[in-house]
């Protein structure tokens, strides 16, 4: 049971690595609707969020309730950074 859990957790660090390029932290993540944010993510952990590998089911700043996704900073413009830094969700992970 615990090697099950630990090869979860090591899966989905794997996977936000893929998507973003960190492992957790502050992260900048897409919303279904396009909107960027950033969120405390981090693996195995999550209190306002539904957790589904590394996609997240969360309430997005924009006042809806959403599948949210890491996103690359490098592959975003400097404003989106900045607006995404901005933006921020509650800061619990």
Known sequence: MALAALIAVVVEAAATWLRSGRIGGRLIVRCRR???????????????????????????????????????ASDLSSRQRARAARLRDIPLP
């Open 34 to 72: 396009g909107h960027l944010f950033s969120t405390i993510w981090l693996p195995a952990a999550s209190v306002k969020s539904l957790r589904l590998g590394w996609w997240r089911v969360q309430r997005c700043p924009y006042r809806h309730w959403s599948l949210v996704t890491p996103v690359r």
